[in-house]
């Protein structure tokens, strides 16, 4: 199967760009750009105006981060995010400024080349709804558009800092467990934690004078003592 729509990818190493190249072509891509830079890329963009492009975070002349603020400034078109960077909030973040994917290094030429096509699929043979549940995350009275990070509690918009919203996106996954400090930090800040600091609870106790009816005694987002915090919601 062909497909006669056009992929821009935006990495500065060579090879990357040349293996994507190769293997998106072989999987019936025909239209496949490249650029190294932060400016070639916004260049190849306007006059390649492609249906999806792949962008590196760490380009040369700059982040792919304010490359993809360009784009959506005049157009919709996926954005699949590429970083060597793996952890929660740096995916937070991707998707804030308006990515549509996150794939982290190494990966699978193959694989991208299939997240390709099925969204060439979906964007061929739209189903209503389909779209808008692939980022949703619900637990009790919240609901999170990942893709848009939004956060809303029963129907009402709530505002949240990148790390509050890391916080919140794990323990979402993770609704009625135990999660102790270490894996959260871990997991939203990307470093070792060294038991010395109260960076986890200080971001915990923001976190619920927003989320929270009565912080100093909260009801969802509930300490165990000695153990770490839990996302306490009904099971659907």
Not at 9 to 29: C, F, N, P, Y
Not at 93 to 116: C, H, N, Q, W
């Amino acid at each position: 199967m062909s497909f006669n729509q056009k992929v821009l990818i935006v990495d500065d190493e060579a090879d990357i760009v040349r293996l994507l190249q190769t293997v998106l072509i072989k999987e019936g891509i025909e239209g496949v750009y490249t650029a190294g830079t932060a400016e070639q890329a916004w260049t190849e963009f306007q006059q390649r105006q492609p249906d999806i492009v792949i962008l590196d975070i760490m380009l040369p002349d700059g982040e792919g981060y304010d490359v993809c603020k360009k784009i959506r400034s005049v157009s919709n078109v996926p954005i699949f995010f590429l970083s060597a960077k793996a952890e929660e909030i740096d995916k937070i973040l991707g998707f804030a400024i308006g990515g549509d994917d996150y794939i982290t290094k190494p990966f699978s030429p193959k694989e991208v080349a299939y997240r390709i096509k099925a969204r060439f699929r979906r964007a061929d043979n739209p189903r209503e709804g389909e779209k808008q549940e692939l980022h949703i995350l619900r637990a009790g009275p919240f609901e999170l558009d990942e893709q848009k990070v939004e956060l809303k509690k029963n129907g009402s918009s709530i505002e949240l800092k990148p790390k509050e919203l890391g916080l919140l996106t794990h323990f979402m996954r993770h609704p009625n467990q135990i999660i102790s400090k270490e894996s959260l930090y871990d997991h939203v800040w990307g470093e070792e934690f060294f038991g010395f600091d109260n960076t986890v609870m200080v971001h915990i106790r923001r976190l619920r004078e927003k989320i929270e009816a009565d912080p100093s005694s909260p009801r969802y987002l509930v300490t165990v003592k000695g153990l770490g915090y839990k996302l306490v919601v009904e099971d659907d």
